[in-house]
């Protein structure tokens, strides 16, 4: 665990450094070959994990989820795990940068375009990289609170395995961002939120518990999750696991989404209703102490 690190901004390094197959490369010189699969078929996963204080955060969880998603394809981790956690640490220490966010991306690698993957595939692609992360900017949401738009869930049916194809997700934050949202919730078929375009959806009901939909295929398993689930344990606060509508959040006392990039961030309108008093809710607040306390940050 890192030291405690406070909130603040922190200004990019002169150059980024990326990885790709090996090579530590300048950001604007890395790329693929033209016929990766990754780049033409969305036939790759990724992981992003939060660095504090130059060290990845609940990266056992992140490499642990990789592993998952690779296997759900297919597909085997294109190194070993102490190799992977030698390059992560090397891209890290190589960008100079003590906050910020580590991008990780395997493809099944470059071939001659075709749907079905060749029976010995080529040689996965590995990218990492990395960027700083605005801390003034989270602090602010943190402290104002953020607007959530609802927004019809389009994505394909195996959202538990993290991989690029986001085009729906992209629509849908799009979407919420012309409607004056940060975030977009994606409302299923049959009224319920699933999660956010690129987050967990949460809410603390009219008794007082928090509740998150249960994982399912039907959202990605986030890896901040586990540790605010600890925190809210941690707060004596009843948790449930099911499925909430949009009218339920909009009635809700508090409502919050979790991600790598902010844990317990508050909501405090969807689809322009005012959530509680229309400020952080209280037990949000405290959810986020907490979870700050466990990741190492001094908030």
């Known amino acids: 665990m890192p030291e405690p690190k406070k909130w603040g901004a922190v200004p990019a390094p002169a150059g ?5 197959n090996g090579r530590y490369l300048p950001h604007g010189q890395a790329g693929v070959h033209i016929e990766d699969r990754g780049l033409q078929l ?6 992003v994990t939060n660095v504090l204080g130059g060290v990845p955060i609940d990266e056992e969880a992140h490499l642990d989820r990789m592993e998952r998603s690779l296997a759900e394809i297919g597909m085997a981790m294109p190194m070993g795990r102490a190799a992977l956690k030698q390059v992560m640490r090397e891209v890290i220490a190589r960008n100079k940068i003590a906050y910020g966010l580590l991008y990780l991306q395997v493809t099944r690698g470059a071939s001659k375009r075709d749907h079905v993957p060749p029976k010995n595939g080529p040689r996965p692609t590995l990218i990492l990289t990395m960027r700083a992360q605005d801390m003034e900017a989270l602090k602010a949401r943190m402290e104002k609170g953020i607007a959530v738009a609802s927004e019809p869930d389009q994505r394909w049916g195996r959202c538990d395995i993290k991989t690029v194809q986001l085009l729906p997700n992209l629509l849908a934050k799009q979407s919420a961002k ?3 949202a940060f975030e977009a919730w994606l409302v299923d078929d049959d009224g319920f939120v699933t999660e956010g375009a690129s987050t967990n959806a949460w ?4 008794k007082g518990d928090v509740v998150t939909r249960n994982l399912s295929k039907a ?14 344990s941690e707060a004596g606060v009843k948790f449930v696991e099911r499925k909430f509508t949009i009218a339920e959040a909009k009635a809700a006392r508090e409502a919050f989404i979790s ?18 008093e229309g400020i952080p ?9 907490l979870y700050a306390r466990k990741a190492g940050i001094k908030s």
């Open 42 to 47: 969305g036939d790759s996963i990724y992981e």
């Open 178 to 180: 012309a409607k004056g």
């Open 219 to 232: 959202i990605l398993p986030g890896v901040t999750r586990r540790i605010i689930l600890e925190a809210i």
């Open 281 to 289: 809710g209280p037990l949000t607040r405290r959810i986020h102490g």
């Open 259 to 276: 991600s790598a990039t902010g844990a317990a961030v508050p909501v405090v309108t969807i689809d322009n209703v005012t959530i509680g």
């Open 203 to 206: 809410i603390v009901d009219a």
């Open 16 to 20: 980024r450094i990326a990885y790709v």
